[in-house]
Structures are given as C-alpha cells and as structure tokens.
C-alpha cells in the first residue's frame, strides 16, 4: 500500500502483512536537495533532517549518523584536488599559448583563433574527466528542478540580464564601451569562421562544461557542508580558472550568481544563465564594433576612430594613440623642421634612397615606398615592421611640419580601419 502526503511527498510503503510493522518503511523526499530517502532520518545526500510532519508517520530507522557528511568530506577534498589539477592544466596550457604566439609574432586576432580551437579540445577532455570523477565519487548533479522550462527561462532572463546591466554601468561609469576582450576581438575581426567557432566555444562549450566542473561536480561534492560554503568556494574556484587575477572579484561576483541558480534551478538554470551572459558578451561586442565612427580633436585638426577603439593617454611624442578591439594600434604625431619640406613626390625619392631617419623601433619595407593621395594631402605609405609587428607608415608634408601616421597589428581587419582613419583625418 502506498500513501502520499503534500510537502515534503513522504511515500509509506507497506508489505502486503500489515501486521508486520518491522517491515514499514518510509520514502521521503528532501525539501533542500530534493534527493529521495528511505527509512532515514537524515538525508544521504545532504545530511538535512527529516521533516517533522513526515518523523511523525514513523517508519524511520533510528540512524544518528550523518554517513553525507563523511562522504561529502571525503568527495569535497577529492573534487577540490581535481579542480586545482584541471585549473594548472589550463594554466601550463596557456603558457604553452603564449609562448607559441611570442616566437611565431602572432597578432592579438591569430592568437585568439589558436585559444579557440585549442580550447575545444580542452573543453571536451576536462567534461570527461570530470563526468569520470564524478562517478567514482558517487556524485549525482541537479540537472534540473521544479521545471527544465521554467528552469532554463529563468536562467536565459538572469544570465542576459545581467550582462546587460553591467555593460550599462561600465559605459556610463568610464564613457566608453568595456568590452570582454575575446569577445571584442572576435566582433572586431570582422572575419564570419573565427567568429561562428567563437560563439560555440563561449556560449556553448564553455557554459556547459564550466557549470558541469564548477557547479555539479564541485559545489555538489560541498553540498554537505552547506550552500554558503558550496556556492562560494566553488565560484572562488571559477574565478580563478579564468586567470585573471585582476578582474577576480568581477569572476567571483558572476559565479555566485550562477551557483545560486545552481541551486535554485540545477544544471538547465545555471547553463541557461551563463549561456545567456556569455552571448550577451558577444553581441555587445558585435553592437559597440559596428556602430558608427567616433570623431575626436588632435593637434588642431580631427579624426574619426572607429566603434568600440579607445584612446591611450599621455603617450610620449604623439599626437594620440588608440587601440581597437583587435588589437590594432593607430598612432598620429607630428615633427616640425627647420625648413620648409619638399611636396610627397620629391620627399619619397629620398625615402627610396634611405635618406630619412627613422625610429630604431621601425624597419621599412623599401619596396613598398609610394605617394598616396589623401584628404589630408599628397602622402608617402610604407610597409613597416614597429616593435616586431607587421604595420604600416605614413607621411605627409605641409609646410616645415611632417605629419606622421601608424598602424601596429591587427590583420585585414586593421588595414581597413586604418585605411578609415587616413581618409577621415583632416590637419590644420
């Protein structure tokens, strides 16, 4: 015979002898973790008690013992040591990136397309390793609770949401868009691949083998001790899997957030909020990258900069210096003669000629010496290598004064931003 009551659902499971009572046992079902009990008064999963309505049906056993609590102890130092392995794994991984990226020269773009495929792979090992640990240590993730639908709605509402609200605060706080910086070099590479492989690797991958390894396998194995305790070491350990020691309290701060949808809606909740967070990223980037151009004041003339690029201030001998999302470099400055200069097609002969000197740091394509006709006036272009980079140099004479333009890195996508800056700078 079977007997459900509201609450708490206890189950009263009797053998077909009703004279038996040695034989009663009570099903009961945990109102913290959900977990399904029989005959105990203690949940195995969580430790909680029984609830009282349900001690007073009897057909528990008189079990003192808190067999989750030694479990959990056991389980929580055994999945903190996987997660600290999983975490210096990444880490040996990125300084083999690094290095990779330092001996090829690699620009920032070239170099967040190898993280990318990289980080797929690594992704997939890290989500067996885990699904393998937790099933040595008996533990069971909550996949969902109370509703996958309401589940994943709510998480999707959270997760973008927040994003939303914190790109806001960023942009009024500083006056210009803040935005993730793989993020922004995707949405700024202007390249379809890189930016379709990045979108299942942030908004896929990562959500889903993040929450796996941080949620349902670390802070599970520390449910026992409590949801404090669970939802803050594990968002502890979130934070530092990104190795960003700098922005630490902004990666603690989101995974609270997503440890306690965790808790709240399991694994559909806390996938769908960081899924949400992680998109939302990226379509900020997208929106901020492809605006309209921003046009600034320099040395008595003016400039457009793109979307999204920001300036760098008090940059020693320019006139001003920015940075675009994907790594590109524009410098403008100027030099005044002692002398009137002759126009560009006089000067690029001397050039050719090796007749100029240039900063130690730049080392010209000869080549590719030409006069180019500029808004701003006839001007002499040229392949450059600055500080190690691929980049290009600009010249144009007016007067005693040299007006000097730069572009540092940044592939296709930076020589046609360059390109746009050259056609909308304007001198005195």
């Known amino acids: 015979m079977s007997k459900r009551w509201g609450g708490g659902t206890a189950v009263l499971d009797e053998p077909d002898n009703d004279d038996d009572d040695d ?17 105990r008064e203690r949940c195995v999963q969580c430790g909680a008690k029984v609830p009282a309505d349900i001690r007073a049906l009897g ?29 210096g794994l990444n880490l040996a991984l990125q300084a083999v990136l690094v290095g990779i990226v330092v001996a090829n020269h690699m620009e920032l773009a070239s170099a967040v397309r190898l993280s990318l495929v990289t980080g797929l792979f690594f992704y997939g ?29 709510e998480g999707f509402i959270v997760g973008g949401g927040l994003a939303l609200l914190m790109a806001a605060l960023l942009r009024l706080a500083l006056g210009h868009p803040v935005l993730d910086p793989t993020a922004a070099v995707l949405a700024g590479d202007g390249a ?27 802070a599970e194995a520390l449910r026992g001790r409590g949801r404090r305790v669970a939802v803050l070491v594990s968002a502890a350990a979130f934070s530092l899997a990104h190795l960003r020691l700098a922005q630490f309290r902004y990666y603690l701060f989101v995974g609270v957030v997503l440890g306690l ?57 320019d006139d001003l210096a920015a ?37 130690s740091n730049i080392v010209v394509d000869y080549t590719t010496v030409m006069v180019v006709d500029l808004p701003a006036g006839p001007a002499i272009s040229m392949k450059a290598t600055v500080a190690g980079h691929d980049g290009r140099l600009v010249m144009v004479p007016k ?30």
Not at 134 to 149: F, H, N, Q, Y
């Open 192 to 218: 379809l691949g890189p930016l379709v492989l990045g979108f299942l690797l942030i908004a896929v991958a990562a959500p889903v083998v993040e929450e796996l390894v941080f949620r349902g396998f670390l």
């Open 261 to 317: 949808m965790y808790w709240r809606r399991g694994l559909v909740g806390s996938v769908c909020a960081h899924a949400a967070f992680n998109g939302m990223l990226l379509v900020v980037a997208l929106a901020a990258t492809h605006g309209p151009p921003i046009q600034t004041s320099v040395a008595g003339g003016t400039v457009k900069l793109p979307a999204a690029w920001v300036t760098v201030a008090n940059v020693p001998g």
């Open 399 to 428: 007067g005693n004064r040299l007006w000097l333009a730069s572009v540092i890195g940044g592939g296709g996508r930076g020589d046609d931003d360059f390109n746009a800056v050259l056609w909308s700078w304007r001198l005195p």
């Open 23 to 39: 034989d009663v046992a009570t099903r009961w079902q945990c109102p913290k973790c959900r977990y399904g009990n029989l005959g």
């Open 125 to 153: 090992a890290t989500a067996l390793w885990v699904l393998a640990r937790s099933a040595t240590l008996g533990l069971r993730p909550v996949v969902g609770r109370d509703g996958v639908l309401v589940g994943a709605a």
């Open 323 to 359: 940075v675009g999302p994907a790594g590109t470099r524009v410098e403008l400055a100027h030099v005044d003669g002692p002398s009137v200069l002759p126009p560009a097609d006089v000067l690029v002969q001397r050039v050719r000629a090796r007749g100029m000197t240039l900063p």
């Open 59 to 87: 057909g528990l056993s008189i079990d003192n013992e808190r067999p989750p609590a030694v479990r959990s102890s056991v389980a929580g130092r055994r999945a903190g040591r996987t997660v600290a392995a999983i975490i």
